[in-house]
T-cell receptor, first 113, second 116 residues
Framework: GQNIDQPTEMTATEGAIVQINCTYQ??????LFWYQQHAGEAPTFLSY????GLEEKGRFSSFLSRSKGYSYLLLKELQMKDSASYLC??????????????FGRGTQLTVWP | EPEVTQTPSHQVTQMGQEVILRCVPI?????FYWYRQILGQKVEFLVS????????KSEIFDDQFSVERPDGSNFTLKIRSTKLEDSAMYFC??????????????FGDGTRLSIL
């Protein structure tokens, strides 16, 4: 089966840095995606990793270690609007862009003033 | 910025009735998907669609589900005889054709389906 684990909840203060971890065990791997989801809204694409290492995109960075089945999303200079659920998703075993995504349960981040 | 649009935003239906959920993917995208999210649970894959046929479907996508691209812009999910457990948020997503596996899937705002 496919197993993707991430913490249920995290809290942080405005201006701080927060790291959201994700571990996965899947039958195949063709990339790991991070999405942001505000309550009642669509998941919004944040970042993607297919090779080991760090991908930086403004205030957001994502890291991947395929050998450890581990990724993290790093959010810097936190703002109140960053309060949302952050979803870790792994593209499955099909070797194409059409591959299904397996999602974790999401980490609800609350940013306090 | 182009976006995936879904209608209706909320659908209330009696158990046993048929529902059709509609999606307009981003115009230059050729891969289409349906996912669902039961309240408080994770997002789950239902089906992927390319070149007018189903590419992959999950164990959830049984005979009561079907998908169709009736014209050049719409992508629909039909549930033939709804059950209480079909109550969920249904998300449509689309992605571009591109080199490699890095093209992200872009999601619509979802249709909240409530079965009574």
């Amino acid at each position: 089966g496919q197993n993707i684990d991430q913490p249920t909840e995290m809290t942080a203060t405005e201006g701080a840095i927060v790291q959201i971890n994700c571990t996965y065990q899947t039958s195949g791997f063709n990339g790991l995606f991070w999405y942001q989801q505000h309550a009642g809204e669509a998941p919004t694409f944040l970042s993607y990793n297919v090779l080991d290492g760090l991908e930086e995109k403004g205030r957001f960075s994502s890291f991947l270690s395929r050998s450890k089945g581990y990724s993290y999303l790093l959010l810097k200079e936190l703002q109140m609007k960053d309060s949302a659920s952050y979803l870790c998703a792994v593209r499955g075993e099909r070797g194409s862009t059409l591959g299904r995504l397996y999602f974790g349960r999401g980490t609800q981040l609350t940013v306090w003033p | 910025e182009p976006e995936v649009t879904q209608t209706p935003s909320h659908q209330v239906t009696q158990m046993g009735q048929e529902v059709i959920l509609r999606c307009v993917p981003i115009s230059n995208h050729l891969y289409f998907y349906w996912y669902r999210q039961i309240l408080g649970q994770k997002v789950e894959f239902l089906v992927s669609f390319y070149n007018n046929e189903i590419s992959e479907k999950s164990e959830i996508f049984d005979d009561q589900f079907s998908v169709e691209r009736p014209d050049g812009s719409n992508f629909t999910l039909k549930i033939r005889s709804t059950k209480l457990e079909d109550s969920a948020m249904y998300f449509c997503a689309s992605s571009e054709v591109g080199q490699g596996a890095w093209q992200p899937q872009h999601f619509g705002d979802g249709t909240r389906l409530s079965i009574l």
